[in-house]
Nanobody, 123 residues
Framework: VQLQASGGGLVQAGGSLRLSCAASGSTFSTYVMGWFRQAPGKEREFVAAWKGGSTRYADSVKGRFTISRDNAKKTVYLQINSLKPEDTAVYYC???????????????????WGQGTLVTVSS
């Protein structure tokens, strides 16, 4: 599976963005899909994931971020609302073949990664 993330950019605080992650391969619908982010000087952190119709979010983004997927388009989305300067980071999408729900927040549980898309939020 190859993943291509897009949709990042420069936005003012309070604004919105929709990130997309397009996947190749015929088995996209079987993969767990996740979004992570990495701010400068910080470790990669979990943002959101979709597994079998269930979603999971980091506490810091609940109520502001929404993950969705379109299996026909082989694409997963991350709608980001009410952006804050602390949301500034490179956002990565990831695919996991057998990631269980309790392990969704852990990067090592994913098998494939996109190249990342930069989101910069100005105050």
């Amino acid at each position: 599976v190859q993943l291509q993330a897009s949709g990042g950019g420069l936005v003012q605080a309070g604004g919105s963005l929709r990130l997309s992650c397009a996947a190749s391969g015929s088995t996209f619908s079987t993969y767990v899909m996740g979004w992570f982010r990495q701010a400068p000087g910080k470790e990669r952190e979990f943002v959101a994931a979709w597994k079998g119709g269930s979603t999971r979010y980091a506490d810091s983004v609940k109520g502001r971020f929404t993950i969705s997927r379109d299996n026909a388009k082989k694409t997963v989305y991350l709608q980001i609302n009410s952006l804050k300067p602390e949301d500034t980071a490179v956002y990565y999408c990831a695919a996991g073949r057998g990631t269980i729900y309790s392990q969704l927040p852990y990067p090592d549980e994913y098998d494939y990664w996109g190249q990342g898309t930069l989101v910069t939020v100005s105050s």
